[in-house]
């Protein structure tokens, strides 16, 4: 029965004086005995400690916290609960003491059997002010643990102490007497036992439905010292059970600071562990953002028809996440140029053994990525947490592959021209999507605020405007001193969950662009995206050793080659490789000597002496250097290679081709797999099984669409083996990128020859 069902039924019960007494009852003990299943959520703290700029980390803790109410004390004063941690992790460097309930050996092996075995917490359920009392289930061990350690055990595991004192009752004093509004206040003592004053009141600041959400924000000085709080929580008002909770300790001194952040979720919420956990306490001090000129970018392609092929490979990656405590999946989808992001979903996740058998061990989901570009790679993953305390780990080691089935939603995409003029007088909206243009009070500078949410997505394409960028963090709704992640839980937390609903999804992001322009646009183009969640796509995937993924040359690229930033002149510079130039020598000091040539070249043509010179007593000679990158240079040196400059000398001779070369084209990448080059017509010509796999260096030239050289992807060690075991299927070349285009070398019959001839510059 809803809240407000109840409540009216009260309300005419009470009119009733012969049945007082049992309306009394009902409404106390129905409110909290409607709601007595075990409630499971994850709970993280984390300290910090700072010293004017310098920054460390003191404790991470978290854990999964399953909560049962105790039912013998349903019709007391008191409410007690019975907390069984089903994973824990602590980390504190200064204590040299680390815990992880999935592998309960090493220092921390004596108090993770202790904690194990859980906590009785009681709290008052008429007192709001009171503090909730702990006691574990060992507490005699407990105790023996404490006096054994020393004076100082008690202060230093306070943190891991504080994670099982946290109450998610809320006092039925304050939610029970009347219906909540926004403004009331709530007394509701310390969530967290701690050594500071109690809790000042927190401030009701909205209902919605039987969600109910407050804030506390709390500052004072004592004996020089500012003391400041801030937190947020959302309790259910049917059942007095918290549903979310941030709350954040702050003391400063001077330029010394002590920082201490506790959080509290379902357990199924995703991310925020994660955020907390990684948090190495990045200030967020209001400066003003750096501004760098504006790159040319490659943009998406326009997919109308949402058909770009994402779902192709077999095989993903396992392995170690953040810290090596938990296990990462990764799926490659594919390779664009430009922006890409979509939702993904990761189910039916499976261990499997060395006996393609499936290993029984329960895994907690604490964070997931949807489908994104990075450096024109697509990826997604998902990361898992095994739970249970020590035999988890045995059952690690026999771990084999993961198998899961990801499901993919296509993206349609298409770009519109707007104009600026237009977007400055009215914010431009895409479905659930917006962007907002304004201008600032410095002459030719602007803030663009892109907000993307749901289905829909925008993307701004500031290729061709002439100026600088920069990026502005997006504004948190907490006080100026939380840190940039403290404000990005609380929109996590109380802004994008509220929007999605119960069901936890990552649909909204914001991003804040500020940009300082010479000249004003007068238009911007705009990139469209819209997930088509009626096409979603399922694949089963098996998810393998990093190692056995690469060595399959049939998967995407982990990673692209590293070629820097866009070149505008790469495609000018790729069509010149195309055509054959007469090889020369070149000086850049007058006392080196080189020539310079495409790599596939190399082998093709070689200078040679006919009159030279000796240095240490040994004649002169070419050597040939590779920068790797397609490019390659025969290099005058000394036999040993130490000298390359050299002082009023003579040489002349001939560069000798053995034919004259042509680039003959093959086309370009898969469509359906754009890492892979079909090289039929070329390998017509060769033996597979008797040619090498450096032919592949010296014989084909394959490029991006930004016209950068693309590099082979080999097997192990598979330099010297024969050009078979180098392709996939037969006649699919993998290489580090998306090929939009590939050539092969071939020499012509008859041989040519460039004279050369040159003088050494005299020592200065």
Request: hydrophobic share 35%.
């Amino acid at each position: 029965m809803a809240f407000s069902q109840n409540r009216i039924v009260c309300t005419a019960l009470t009119l009733c004086l012969s049945l007082f007494a049992f309306q009394s009852h009902y409404c106390e003990a129905h409110s909290r005995e409607t709601d007595a299943r075990p409630h499971e959520y994850q709970v993280t703290m984390s300290t910090l400690y700072a010293h004017g700029d310098n920054q460390q980390v003191g404790v991470r803790a978290r854990a999964l916290l399953k909560y049962q109410t105790d039912s013998a004390s349903s019709n007391t004063e008191s409410v007690s609960l019975s907390v069984i941690p089903t994973m824990l992790q602590y980390q504190d460097p200064a204590y040299r003491l680390n815990i992880n309930s999935f592998d309960d050996a090493g220092r921390g092996a004596a108090l993770a059997k202790i904690v194990r075995q859980g906590v009785q917490l009681r709290g008052d359920d008429k007192v709001a002010t009171s503090q909730s009392q702990a006691r574990f289930t060992a507490q005699d061990e407990w105790d023996a643990y404490l006096a054994k350690q020393g004076k100082e055990a008690a202060r230093a595991l306070a943190p891991l102490k504080s994670l099982f004192t946290l109450n998610p009752l809320i006092p039925q004093t304050q939610w029970q007497a009347k219906a909540p509004s926004v403004g009331d206040t709530l007394e509701l003592g310390n969530f967290i036992q701690t050594d500071t004053d109690a809790l000042a009141p927190w401030k009701i600041t909205a209902i919605e439905g039987q969600w109910v959400t407050a804030t506390l924000e709390q500052s004072s000085e004592q004996q020089g010292i500012e003391n400041r709080r801030y937190g947020q929580l959302r309790f259910d008002r049917r059942s007095g059970w918290l549903d979310r909770l941030l709350l954040v300790e702050q003391q400063e001194k001077g330029d010394r600071r002590q920082t201490r952040r506790w959080l509290l979720a379902p357990k199924s919420t995703l991310y925020v562990s994660d955020m907390l956990w990684q948090d190495e306490g990045d200030s967020n001090d209001d400066l003003e953002p750096d501004l760098y000129e504006i790159p040319t970018l490659p943009m998406t392609p326009d997919d109308p028809d949402a058909t770009l092929p994402m779902m192709e490979p077999d095989q993903g990656i396992m392995s170690a996440g953040w810290g090596g405590d938990d296990i990462e999946l990764r799926y490659i989808h594919g390779l664009v140029a430009g922006d890409f992001a979509t939702s993904v979903e990761y189910q039916n996740i499976q261990l499997i053994d060395w006996r393609d058998r499936v290993i029984n061990l329960p895994l907690w989901r604490h964070s997931a990525r949807g489908a994104s570009a990075l450096e024109g790679v697509v990826s997604s993953g998902v990361n898992l947490l095994p739970l249970g305390w020590g035999e988890s780990r045995a059952k690690l080691e026999e771990l084999y592959q993961i198998r899961a089935e990801v499901s993919f939603t296509p993206v349609r995409t298409y770009t519109e021209q707007v104009s600026w003029q237009a977007l400055l007088k009215q914010s431009y909206r895409f479905g659930e999507a917006t962007l907002i243009l304004s201008a600032l009070n410095k002459p030719g500078r602007y803030r663009l605020v892109v907000t993307n949410r749901g289905v829909n997505s925008l993307s701004p394409d500031f290729n061709g405007l002439n100026g600088k960028l920069g990026y502005e963090a997006p504004e948190g709704q907490g006080p100026k001193w939380l840190t940039s992640t403290e404000q990005l839980l609380l929109d996590e937390l109380f802004i994008l969950e509220q929007a999605s609903g119960e069901q936890a999804s990552r649909e909204q992001t914001s991003h804040v662009y500020i940009l300082q322009l010479a000249e004003v646009p007068k238009l911007l183009s705009i990139l469209h995206g819209e997930q088509l969640r009626d096409k979603v796509r399922t694949k089963a995937i098996t998810f393998v050793t990093q190692s056995d993924y690469e060595a399959n040359l049939a998967n995407p690229p982990l990673t692209p080659a590293s070629r820097g930033g866009f070149d505008s002149g790469a495609s000018a510079k790729s069509r010149d490789r195309w055509q054959f130039a007469e090889p020369s020598v070149v000086s850049r000091t007058g006392n080196d000597l080189y020539v310079p040539m495409p790599t596939a070249l190399a082998e093709v043509c070689r200078p040679q002496i006919d009159k030279g010179f000796d240095e240490v007593g040994k004649p002169v000679q070419w050597r040939l250097i590779d920068n790797g990158q397609g490019q390659s240079a025969y290099v005058l040196a000394s036999q040993d290679g130490s000298r390359r400059y050299f002082y009023d000398k003579s040489i002349q001779g001939s560069i000798v081709c053995q034919g004259r070369p042509q680039w003959l084209s093959i086309g370009q990448g898969d469509k359906r797999r754009p890492w892979l080059v079909d090289l039929t017509p070329w390998l017509s010509n060769l033996d597979k099984r008797k040619a090498k796999v450096s032919r592949l260096y010296r014989s084909l030239l394959i490029t991006d669409a930004e016209g950068r050289p693309l590099s082979p992807r080999l097997p192990k060690d598979g330099v010297g083996q024969g050009l078979e075991k180098a392709l996939v299927e037969g006649r699919f070349l993998s290489v580090d990128g998306a090929a939009s285009s590939a050539a092969y070398l071939a020499i012509g019959d008859e041989p040519m020859s460039f004279p050369y001839q040159f003088k050494l510059k005299p020592l200065p």
